[in-house]
């Protein structure tokens, strides 16, 4: 229970916990978001550990230009109450971590916060638990009970009133909003850098049903058949049938597994302009990245892209789903039938509202809140 966690007058140690049990290569906004608050915390001053499982990740070279701090390796099997013992806090980020560290976190009497990153993926299984209560998935009835009972974590203000509303009865705990940082080092080397704008354009996500790249491709095919033949990268996990269905549209995509931050903000700046056709996101990381990059964006409307957009002029959103609507934009965008200049203007002052500082000032608020 919450209000038997610990109180301290000062609150120093923090554990961010991140552990999935994903191949090599896998790639999403659970570990990134691990990282950043783990670098976050350093920045604000607390000593952070990162537990993370033993995938190290394409970015962790390029994040490793903020300021330091300890990160551990091992398999979530591997993590005991002895470990956390050490910690005044612990951020429980993915199903798993939160499931394992709940228990040894209840035991020692240590704050615990469980951050929630995929979203709509919980909330199937929180629904299915819900309607099922005879489910026999294991893993969600725990996850179920623990949030009702913890902190929670979102990534926008826009997913509050989402996850209250699901949670219902809450037996204690609150649900705070802490947004991820955009402005990191290496991005504003990259800049800083000569980069010519080629005739390309870039779209960023795992390649899942619900990431709905088809509708890009789509665009693209559609966009040949008037002569216009950009290079689609896409930045991706997995190739699984993306080259299958560019050889059947005839069109010319290059996918990229596995590169680094740098060479993925490159590609961004290298880009005459950002696609997305995602049907749902968590957040929209990606988001952040075209506009911090200075592009214009093209994507459906999803609620969260409001928060991180801000009315930005450089982010088109259309009506949700519309294929053909996105085509037609698509077009709009590539021939500057909109204020391309807003996008540049829009993106350098974008990343001050993102900063790795003010996700630090707002981890200390929501800690010492209730810590202290």
């Known amino acids: 229970m919450v209000s038997c966690y610990r ?22 906004g659970g570990p990134y978001y691990s990282w950043l608050l783990a670098y976050a915390l350093e920045e604000s001053g607390f000593d952070a550990t990162l537990f993370a499982d033993n995938i190290h990740p394409v970015f962790e070279d390029d994040l490793s230009c903020y300021k330091q701090f300890k990160r551990v390796h091992m398999n979530i099997r591997d993590i005991t109450a002895n470990i956390l013992n050490d910690f005044d806090c612990v951020i429980a980020v993915s199903s798993w971590a939160i499931v394992t560290v709940s228990r040894f976190a209840s035991e020692l009497k240590i704050p615990l916060f469980n951050a929630f990153v995929d979203f709509k993926t919980f909330l199937e299984q929180f629904d299915n638990v819900l309607v099922s209560r005879g489910s026999n998935n294991v893993l969600w009835k725990v996850l179920y009970d623990v949030v009702r009972k913890g902190h929670i974590m979102v990534l926008g ?11 219902g009865d809450r037996v204690d ?16 080397e990259v800049l ?23 509708h890009v491709l789509y665009a693209l095919k559609r966009s040949y058949e008037v002569g216009v033949k950009p290079l689609l990268n896409i930045v991706t996990n997995d190739t699984k049938d993306l080259m299958r269905k560019a050889d059947n549209y005839g069109i010319n995509i290059k996918v990229h597994i596995g590169v680094s931050d740098r ?27 075209g506009m911090y990059g200075q ?17 930005n002029k450089g982010v088109i ?7 053909e609507q996105f085509m037609k934009w698509f077009h709009n965008i590539y021939f500057k039938k909109c204020k391309m200049a807003a996008a540049e203007k829009y993106g350098k002052i974008f990343g001050q509202g993102f900063t790795v500082e003010s996700m630090g000032a707002r981890l200390r ?8």
């Open 7 to 28: 109180r301290y007058n000062m609150v120093q140690r923090i554990a961010v916990v991140y552990m999935q049990n994903k191949p090599p290569g896998f790639y999403s």
């Open 192 to 214: 800083q850098e000569d980069i010519a704008v080629e005739d390309e354009v870039i779209v960023i996500g795992r390649n899942t049903d619900l990431k709905n790249f088809d």
């Open 157 to 167: 203000n826009t997913l509050v009133p989402y996850m209250d509303r699901w949670l």
């Open 365 to 372: 608020q929501v800690i010492t809140e209730v810590c202290i």
């Open 317 to 323: 959103m259309v009506k949700y789903g519309d294929r």
């Open 295 to 311: 592009k214009m964006v093209l994507c459906y409307d999803i609620p969260t892209f409001h928060e991180i957009s801000q009315d």
């Open 263 to 289: 060479e993925k903000f490159r590609l961004i700046r290298r880009s005459k302009f950002m696609v997305n056709a995602s049907l749902f996101e968590g957040w929209g990381l990606w988001l952040q990245e």
């Open 173 to 188: 705990g609150h649900i705070f909003a802490v947004s991820p940082a955009i402005n990191s080092r290496v991005f504003d």
